[in-house]
């Protein structure tokens, strides 16, 4: 077996384990129900077992990362494939070390999906390994993205713990505009992750069915020179096409339903790298998230966080409410090292300045601030409980469109990641 193959089948492995100690940390608290007369020893039992394989998962996934970096021979942090496996194996490890610190099965049960989402969702990508562009030889590549990934990761964490504090806190049984009000803000941040579970869902659907959509678009290209001419660029779909590139000559197109031609063509002014495949795949994102939000309720008959609420209730809140802002502390030193620190020094030797308002640069800036802000007003302030826990759930929102959207949809310095 060579390294290519060795490292592909690890992480499938890590991907698989992950999955099954997910359902092991599940069991762990559901079935504190039937467990007999010991449910707190049924749910220790197996907690011990869901961590055991959650590191387990993450060996393999060490195979992974050094097999690629061996093969390639640079990090594999250099495209939005190989960062995000990075980032859940660092999701992965951040939730080992809180564990440990608090031994909480429930813990499992919300962190673990984070890092399996994530993997999912960087197999969306090309996996081939790819020759570092000139704007990545550099060491600074090792100490930045690792470091930003690390501190992330130690948010994602925070995040579980924010989102675990308000499914066990609000209330689903009061008619009180608060209690209302808390219960809608909760299922669209269980709709956003369905969303993106429906995405990486639907690439690999079309994946597996051999779907592809090729058009020809015109573009505007600027040479070193400054000059500008016209050059064809050829732009894949993987998902049908709602939306085509304006103005692009239709190359191949694999019908579907009864669909031949693209429904709509992508509005003018929107303008960038591939802008009509990211309108398209925002679309077939929602598409897919309502259709299996829908699912989800039909399933269960009541609302997501109502029928997930239940699993929680033997658990202290204040508990949750600290696992939560612990992990946020320890990331935001990281973040702020990798993010801003180390990414500024890197600029200055790649671009000959600091700072220059690329849109990454600018969304590491908010996320740096926004937490920032967490800290103040937790420690300062003291926003305890329920303003924190929303607060930790809105900031990885804000990581997430930071790594997500700016790489793929709004153009600039960082646009080589999306590749």
């Known amino acids: ?19 099954v100690s997910f359902l092991v940390f599940v069991l762990a608290l559901a079935g504190k129900r039937w467990s007999g007369r010991d449910p707190e020893a049924h749910q220790r039992r197996w907690g011990k077992a869901g961590f055991a394989l959650a590191v387990i998962g993450f060996a393999a996934q060490l195979v992974y990362f050094f097999t690629r970096w061996a093969e390639g021979g640079h990090i594999p942090t ?14 992965i490890c951040a939730f080992l070390i809180v564990y440990l610190i608090y031994r909480t099965p429930v813990l499992g049960m919300f962190a673990m999906p984070v890092g399996i989402i994530i993997v999912a969702y960087a197999s969306v990508f090309p996996s081939e390994v790819q020759p570092l562009i000139p704007a990545l030889q550099s060491y600074w590549l090792k100490i930045h993205v690792t470091t930003a990934a690390t501190g992330e990761a130690f948010f994602a964490v925070g995040f579980a713990g924010g989102l675990m504090y308000l499914l066990r806190t609000v209330d689903y049984q009061s008619d009180a505009a608060a209690a209302r009000k808390e219960r809608r803000g909760v299922e669209c941040t269980l709709f956003v992750i369905v969303t993106l579970i429906a995405f990486v869902s639907a690439v690999f659907g079309f994946n597996a069915a051999g779907y592809k959509a090729q058009f020809a678009q015109q573009t505007l290209v600027t040479d070193k020179s400054g000059a500008q001419q016209q050059v064809t660029q050829k732009v894949d779909y993987v998902l049908p096409p709602i939306f085509a590139p304006n103005g692009a ?32 795949t925002v679309v077939w994102s929602l598409l897919g998230g309502v259709v299996l939000y829908g699912v989800l309720r039909l399933i269960a008959r009541k609302p997501l966080g109502a029928a997930i609420s239940p699993l929680l209730q033997g658990m202290d809140p204040d508990d949750l409410d600290e696992i939560g802002y ?15 620190i180390f990414a500024m020094i890197w600029a200055q030797e790649a671009w ?41 759930v809105i900031g990885f929102l804000i990581v997430m469109f930071t790594l997500v959207g700016v790489n793929l949809v709004i153009a600039g310095l960082h646009s080589y990641a999306g590749v």
């Open 326 to 340: 612990r992990a946020i502390a320890i990331g935001y030193p990281i973040f702020t090292l990798g993010a801003l």
């Open 352 to 392: 000959g300045r600091f700072w220059g308002w690329d849109p990454k640069e600018v969304w590491a800036l908010i996320t740096w601030l926004f937490y920032a802000a967490f800290l103040h007003l937790r420690l300062s302030r003291g926003w305890l409980g329920k303003r924190s826990a929303w607060l930790s």
């Open 78 to 91: 250099s495209n939005m494939y190989e960062f995000m496996t990075f980032l859940s194996m660092m999701v």
């Open 249 to 280: 000559e239709t190359v191949q197109m694999t019908p579907f339903l009864g669909m031949s031609k693209p429904l709509f063509e992508a509005p003018s002014w929107m303008e960038g790298a591939n802008a009509g495949r990211k309108l398209n």
């Open 1 to 19: 077996m060579n390294l290519g193959s060795l490292s592909s089948t690890s992480l499938l492995i890590a991907f698989i384990i992950y999955n």
